[in-house]
């Protein structure tokens, strides 16, 4: 029998259905290895331990009165604290919502709960969403399995953490300007940002409305396609969740053949600050595209270079929006102002002031500003036009090519602490995927190879970009790409990793 | 028209104070002198927007490809305030407790 850390969600199933191991042996298997392992990454800020168990008897004695098993029955997944699942904390990585228990469970989540998935945690995230390391957490960061000492990325760092180092074969994170595609790419796996719409946002905690999808990590391009065809499609508490069924594969069959495909190679994307070793692993993947038949064809978006300012202004001004909830009424921290319990103003003000972090503060306040009178057109109404400019870019991109491709993030994982003074430095690492999430067109980011930093092996990952309502398109060429190279079967150096296997 | 619109990179302690204020925020003097910086460099980086003549270009309010949704006009079952008040920092009755903004006593 395989040990547990090796499987993706679909061999794991296979493997119960099988009858190598029950659901509940395959559970205790994942919370051994959280045990051996979390100590020291920090993937999960609560582990669902008694009702992981309670659940898998429960499946485990469905599977034996012969029910029919789900797409990910016994399949154990992590969620991002963001992500509402009735009764459990959800605190978006915030003081002001520790403790938080949602009165609901969340369209996806339920969907993941119907196909059979068990909610073994909530992961650790930069505070609402709003990081590139995991260092704005109130809870401390989460460390790469790759090295310790290095960020994994963010804001999904439990999540990309948790599939990385085989705690669980999928997890589900949210991308609003990169945060599942970078850590994806600086932890060495899968992680797809859907087309906007593509999967309901109702019970994932609001941070840029109109950038923000839930976006699932996987090992395997065939669990992303699982975890895709089990959470997306209409939902009636979403009303921009497109009008359309579950996503279906396309060309179902290994490997696809990418004769006739052309993919686009963005010269913005291979400029200046693109680190010399993730330009190598992705100059020598495009060649693996092109060896399995794709054509590749040079194009331009000429926008690119706006993208991280437009982006900082539209997300800020939804963000300041969206969080003005937390003041201390309905739900999470109160504290009292100066005042003492004298005035409601001073109890909204002291709470955000305690409740908050310093980028979350930051952005609240930026997003403010840009919105205020006298700024606003200036800043969020230009900076919503420069948006339809990015957007016109691809739609000129994708005129002459099916897919583009490029790096996910300029640079591989950096250390912990190197970035954390300097916020323009960090909003920098955002740089060539927020154009993706601006026009609302999917990307995924792909393991392709890896980097040599002070004699540590780091993964680097390509972004494939499809035009709107392109998701199955990019995961068939990412099923290519890894049926072709061993990229992502590589797996982190972990220390105590033998307290996983069965 | 562009000759209207204030020069967009006032910054500064001063602005954060202001701007704390419309978000319901409190900042210390060190905070808003620290935001102040940090605010000027990054409005100076995003001053780069400027430069882009976007006259003619509609607006891209969002990224939303469902349209415009309307559900029939029908009453549908809410959560149960029981569940929503079971998170309140204060409770009075069926009621979320605040400090009291118009006279007298404070109830509960």
Redesign the interface.
Known sequence: MRPYAELDAGALRNSILKGERSVREAMREALARIDALDPALHAFLSVHRAQALERAVELDRALGAGERPGALFGVPVALKANMCLEGREVNCGSRILAG??P??TATFVQRLLDAGAVVLGMTNMDEFAMGSSSENSAFGPTRNPWDPARTPGGSSAGSAVAVASGMVPIALGSDTGGSVRQPAALTGIYGLKP???RVSRYGLVAFG???DQVSPFARSVRDLETVMAAISGRD?HD?????EGPLAPEEPGDPPRLAGLKVGVPREHFGEGLEGGVRGACEAALAVLERLGATLVPVSLP?T??A???Y??VATAEA?SNL?RY????????A??ADG??????????T??KG?GAEV??R???G??VL?A??Y???Y?????????L?ADFEQAFGQVDVIAGPTSPVPAFPLGEKTDD??AMYLCDVLTVPVS???IPGLSVPCGFVEEGGTRLPVGLQLVGP??GDARVLRVARAFEAATGFSRARPPLAGADGGRA | MASQ????A?SGPE??RR??E??????TDA?AAA?GA??A??LE??R???K?D?SG??????????GD?R?ADEPVPS?PAE??L?????RIGDF?G??R?VGGE?AG
Not at chain 1, 341 to 350: C, H, N, R, T
Not at chain 1, 381 to 389: E, F, Q, S, T, W
């Open positions: 938080w228990r009165p609901y087309t906007y719409g409305s109109s950038l009636a009303a921009t969740c497109l009008d926008h270079g706006y991280i300012p437009t900082y202004v300041s003005a003041d201390g009424v309905r739900y999470g921290l109160r009292h102002g319990d004298g005035s409601l103003q001073g109890m909204f003000a002291a955000r002031a908050f503060k930051r609240i306040l930026l403010t500003y205020s006298g700024y057109e200036a800043w109404g230009r900076a919503l036009k420069v948006r339809a400019l957007r916020p323009v601006l026009a609302g709107s309502r | 619109e204030p020069r967009p006032e602005t954060v701007v704390a419309l978000a319901r925020l409190d900042v905070e935001l940090q605010f460099r990054i980086q995003f780069v927007l400027e882009l976007v270009v509609d607006p891209m309010v969002g990224a939303s490809l469902a949704v559900r959560l569940a929503l079971a998170n309140a920092p204060r979320y605040v400090p903004t404070e």
